[in-house]
Structure formats: C-alpha cells, structure tokens
C-alpha cells in the first residue's frame, strides 16, 4: 500500500511538473507572439503620430491629391517656394509605373520557371538551375543598381536612339526590368514550391482520364495553386514597391508625374531615404513629410494585402 502511494505521489509530481513546463512553454510562444504585434503597433504609432504633425502643416488633401512633389523648403519665409509642394501623385505614380514594369517581368518568367522545374525538370537538372535561379536573390541591391546604370541604361538608350524613340538615361523602364530580374526567384522558388504541394493525386486522376501533362498543369495544377501563386506574386509585389537602390541609380530622384516608361521618375521610397538622409530636423514639413509617405506606404501595401486574402479566398480549395 505504501508503495502505491509513493507511486501515486511521483506520478502527481511529475504531471504538475509536466504542466508547469507546458505553461512555460506557451508563456515563451505568447511572449514571441506578442514582439510581433507591440513591434507593429509601435511602428504604426510612431508614423501616425509624425504624420499628424505633417498634416497640421500641409493639408490632407493637398498631400493625396497633389501634382507637384518639391519638398525643398527656404531659409527664410520671404524666399520663393518657401512652403514647398507636397503632393505625393508623382511618387505614387512612379511607384506604380516601375512596379507594375517589374511585376511584368518578373511573373512570367518567374511562374514558367517554376513550372519547368517543378513538372518538366529531370532531378539533375533541378539540382543545377535552381541554385543558380536563387543565386539571384543573394546579389545585394546596389550591386543591380550598377548594372541598371552602367548596362541596362545606356544599352535602353542606344536601342531607342536606333528605332527613334528618345529613352532618359534615367528611366522607369531600366529601373523595372532590372527589379524585374531581381525579384523573379521570388516569384519562382515560392510557386515551385506551391506547385509541388499540390497533391499528386489530382495529376494521377487527370492523367488516368486521358489529359496530357500540359493539359494536367493547365487545368487541375495551376487553378489548384492560384492561392499560394497569389501569395507569391502579392510578396514579389511588395518587395518592388520598397525597392529604393536600384530606383535611386537608374530611374533618379525626379517627381515627374508622367506614365511614360522612358522618362525619369522617383518612388515613394527613394524621397523617404532622401528626405531622412544627413542631420535633420523633426520641426519642419520637409522632414515630417517623409513620415506621411511611410504611412501612405504602409496603407498601399495593406489594401494589396487585403486583395491578395480576397484573391485566395475566391480560389480557395480544401483537400483532403
């Protein structure tokens, strides 16, 4: 009897035991958790706060709504330009512009590769390009910002001189295509890896009534991966709108309101960087203006977050 009582005893100890560790354990996890959500609510904070002291200087709808982006402020109130023009339309626009020219490479060539590598590839070839594809990514930004400037550029510009056209030595399209060639592993690596999750079972059932392996990717893989896709090409997007190195060395620091690729703009990033770089401030609008373009920034890349759950919802699939 006394022995299954020490028994009963160390079995209690041991589950309180097992239970404290257990609630150590989630402590730890919710402590994690929580760094993630007081880093993002400080960072949110901190904008709107900086960004309400802007707007009590420049106005709300001046700053969505105007043309002419010139924060450059004067010494003295009697100067011309001495309350500077704030209006965030040309930087929004290059944003776009040289966005939607990266996307444009980036997703084709991003979503054939990884189809290629994920249904066409034999193992040893995989082994071989797909370490090179992603050798891509670790190239640092400024390093694609030369070779924009130095090669992309210049070879733009005698193309266009050949065929007529007159391209910038500073260009949204240089800018674009080599974002676009930065970001296509990815868009590659994330949708190869989507493709192969899809289960093998949806590829044997369409090759058992008859479909071709084209026909199978066409129409069972790919409408099966649209929500990882979306995913992928949603992260490639946001990596383009915070791009500032390769925008600063090929398409230049000029607000110019203009949807002409060949023409030089500047992005919502770049005047952020420009506008905090050397010893500044925190009292004028110049300064406080780069706190309203973080904030609109992070407002852009929420409704594309938004979108982008409403796209995986729409071709959301369960398997079982």
């Known amino acids: 009897m006394q022995q299954c009582n020490l028994q009963t005893i160390n079995i209690t100890r041991n589950a309180v035991g097992r239970k404290t560790r257990e609630m150590l354990v989630i402590a730890l996890l919710l402590a994690c958790s929580l760094v993630a959500v007081l880093t993002t609510a400080g960072i949110i904070t901190s904008l709107a706060f900086e960004a309400f002291r802007f707007f009590q200087e420049v106005s709300l709808f001046d700053f969505l709504f105007g043309l002419e982006w010139s924060p450059q402020t004067a010494l003295r109130s009697d100067q011309v330009g001495s309350s500077g023009s704030f209006g965030a339309i040309p930087l929004i626009t290059g944003t776009l512009l040289i966005s939607a020219i990266a996307m444009a490479v980036a997703t084709p060539l991003g979503l054939l590769s990884a189809i290629y590598l994920a249904e066409y590839a034999s193992n040893p070839a995989r082994a071989i390009i797909k370490p090179l594809l992603e050798l891509l990514a670790g190239i640092p930004t400024v390093v694609y910002g030369f070779f924009a400037a130095l090669v992309i550029a210049p070879m733009l510009r005698n193309t266009g001189e050949t065929f007529g056209f007159v391209i910038s030595s500073e260009s949204a399209l240089a ?10 592993p990815l868009v590659s690596s994330l949708s190869d890896d989507v493709i192969n999750a899809v289960p093998q079972t949806l590829r044997d059932a369409s090759y058992g009534l008859g479909a071709t392996q084209a026909e199978t990717i066409k129409q069972v893989i790919f409408p099966a991966a649209i929500p990882g896709i979306a995913g992928s090409l949603l992260l490639a997007t ?7 190195m390769i925008v600063v060395m090929a398409a230049g620091l000029a607000a110019n309101l203009t949807a002409n690729p060949f023409e030089a703009v500047t992005t919502v990033t770049v005047q952020i960087a420009t506008l ?9 609008a110049k300064t406080l203006s780069a706190f309203a373009l973080g904030l609109l920034l992070f407002i852009i890349t929420l409704c594309l977050n938004v979108v982008s759950l409403k796209i995986v919802d729409r071709y959301k699939e369960q398997y079982d």
Not at 276 to 284: I, N, V
């Open 175 to 184: 800018a674009g295509l080599t974002m676009g060639v930065m970001i296509i």
């Open 238 to 244: 946001s990596r383009a709108i915070g791009e500032t």
């Open 276 to 284: 905090l770089t050397g010893d500044q401030e925190f009292d004028s």
